[in-house]
């Protein structure tokens, strides 16, 4: 039997309030936020030492306890203990949603489970943010953050995020952004539309709209600066992609393999990647088109 828990109802147990935090720009803080975060006992942070500079400029004196993806599980029993004995917590992340590429889910899960009100406010998120201002169709997007950073894992992202007609977005650090745009023209093909948001909310935001190919180009040039937002458009059925001549179907294949994929699956991401039946691209790499 399943139990509706209502957040605004007198409870003996305490309660976890999920607040959002400025992106950049500390105007964009709700007054809403402001006053949960003075009134609750706790507040879980990410980081205290950047939570406590928000703290202090909004006057706020309410203690914290550090909360983040290497002490999830040391902390998960000690804060659902405070939260059973009525304490009410408020978690935020460093910068935008808890639980939105940022840790949060773990503890929200566990208050699901022993039924321990959740209340999320509204506010700053740097996706929908991006989103809003890109140009590209907003809806349906499919929000994927950042990619993995194991080569096998991120292959796999790739091939499955290319065959999306929906637009989606990813996070990106600067470090890396240029490495992700040169994947996302290998799999998506070149002249595919993408908009990078950068400092979003901060003095020095920025767009930059085009093809990936543009991108990459624009990228030879300038060194990118800041957290990036990438919102890139879905694949289009009118959009017919070039087919390879053979002989380089051939390499491509071989190229996938080299990189460690068994040639089974490195068929199948070059088949997909053309739309080519499965079987051609086996014949081919077996020696058997003329069959």
Known sequence: MITEVKSFVPQKQ??????????????DMSMRAIQTLKEVDLIAAEDTR???KLLNHFAIHTKQISFHEHNTQQRLPELLQKLQAGYNLAQVSDAGMPSISDPGQELVAACVQKQIPVV?????????????ASGLVPQPFYFYGFLPRKSKLRQKALQQLSQLTETFILYESPFRVKKTVALLSEYLGSTRQIVL????TKVHEAFLRGTLAQVQEYFANNEPRGEYVLIVAGASDSVTISQPADVQLLELVKQQVAQGLKPN??????????QLSR????????GLEDK
């Open 50 to 52: 950047n939570t406590q």
């Open 14 to 27: 305490g309660c976890l309030y999920l607040v959002p935090t400025p992106i950049g720009n500390l105007d």
């Open 265 to 274: 699956a490195a068929i199948k991401t070059i088949a997909q990647k053309y």
């Open 279 to 286: 079987q051609y691209v086996y014949n081919l790499y077996h």
């Open 120 to 132: 999320p406010l509204p506010g700053p998120n740097a996706a929908l943010t991006a989103l809003i």
């Open 197 to 200: 948001a950068r400092e979003l």
